[in-house]
């Protein structure tokens, strides 16, 4: 039920919040959509504390669901040899399930944010072009034109240095902020460079469900993944796209002197 509520929460403020700054058509659609985020995340934390006070810890409770998994994974042959844990003794095969979803729970905060992003950003599409039938509204900008303004990014950079140093000394949590810190700090370049990746197949005129399958394949094979990173951390720092479109511009350029010249 809890859960239920978190959820509810992620996809509902959205369309509280944001109508009325879509209305002034004043507002970056991105300031409209950090809004949301930071209202929603104030009221998760808000639910989040009333149940600690209530005696039922949202991390404890999946905690213990998570132990009830376990025994049901280590109780079913089938379910055991899927995990890859036949051999392994009782003991350690709980230990490592227990690691291992305990260090995604440890994650959640993170999880979070990033779902209320997403949420909040295809929000502000569905609203804004809802609105645009009835007045003049500023619509959210192509996804291959997102970039991260660079004070968030170096925010983003003090955040995780901090982070890493709480994680190294006796900070209480330390370990759990600096992973969701991290986890974060990778969804910036990830996010960075898929907008690349779709910039680049805009230019050489893809069909649009080119990018979308390559940024999936791209996130679901290790190496790739750590290459859309790169590729999001140098477009932030150099501006890849902004080289793209110049070398498309070049080559448009040169193309259509071409054709001048043979007529």
């Not at 992003?117 to 072009?129: A, C, G, H, M």
């Not at 996010?191 to 893809?206: E, N, S, T, Y």
């Amino acid at each position: 039920m809890l859960t239920l509520s978190l959820f509810l929460l992620i996809i509902v403020i959205p369309f509280v919040t944001m109508p009325r700054d879509i209305r002034k058509n004043s507002v970056s659609p991105y300031f409209t959509v950090l809004r949301s985020i930071l209202t929603t995340m104030v009221a998760l934390m808000a639910i989040m504390a009333m149940a600690k006070i209530t005696g039922n810890p949202l991390f404890e409770t999946y905690h213990d669901g998570i132990v009830k998994v376990c025994d049901n994974i280590l109780n079913n042959e089938n379910l055991r040899s899927m995990v890859g844990l036949s051999d392994v003794s009782d003991a350690k095969a709980t230990d490592t399930l227990i690691t291992l979803y305990d260090g995604m729970i440890m994650r959640m905060p993170g999880y979070l944010i990033l779902i209320t992003t997403i949420v909040s950003y295809f929000d502000y599409i569905i609203l804004s072009r809802s609105f645009a039938k009835r007045q003049q509204v500023r619509l959210m900008p192509k996804f291959r034109e997102f970039s991260f303004p660079n004070n968030i990014v170096m925010a983003m950079v003090v955040m995780y240095f901090l982070a890493w140093f709480m994680s190294k000394g006796d900070f209480p949590a330390g370990d759990a902020i600096y992973a969701n810190i991290n986890y974060l700090f990778d969804m910036v370049f990830a996010v960075q460079g898929a907008a690349v990746i779709f910039m680049f197949c805009h230019l050489k005129r893809m069909p649009k469900a080119v990018p979308v399958i390559a940024v999936i394949f791209f996130w679901n094979v290790y190496l790739l993944r750590e290459m859309m990173l790169i590729i999001g951390m140098m477009d932030l720092i150099f501006g890849i796209r902004n080289f793209l479109i110049f070398k498309e511009q070049l080559r448009e350029q040169n193309k259509r002197d071409g054709n001048n010249d043979r007529k």
